[in-house]
């Protein structure tokens, strides 16, 4: 009788861990992934960055044009490669 509860709980051990381990794998990489809303939100929020960062590239342009010291007098230096004074 006591090799049968020793060998029912070894198999169940082995079967629980098993099946947690699973379990955990599955979790983690489903919690990896954005669903179908996030990711629409995240592409919005990166074509919108894009965009802002384009104004502001064409607002130091117009400034530099127009008020060639600006940079000076506010502390502030091009900090993009495709800036040309």
Known sequence: ??????GVLIVAI???SI???RY???RASMGNQLNAND???LDHMAQTAQR???RVMTLEKI?????PAWRSQYGTTPNR???TP
């Open 1 to 6: 009788m006591d090799c049968n509860v020793t």
């Open 19 to 21: 099946t947690i381990s």
């Open 52 to 54: 802002l960062e384009q």
């Open 63 to 67: 400034l530099d044009a127009e008020v």
């Open 39 to 41: 990711q629409a939100a």
């Open 24 to 26: 955990l794998k599955t």
């Open 81 to 83: 490669p495709e800036w």
């Open 14 to 16: 082995v079967f629980g």
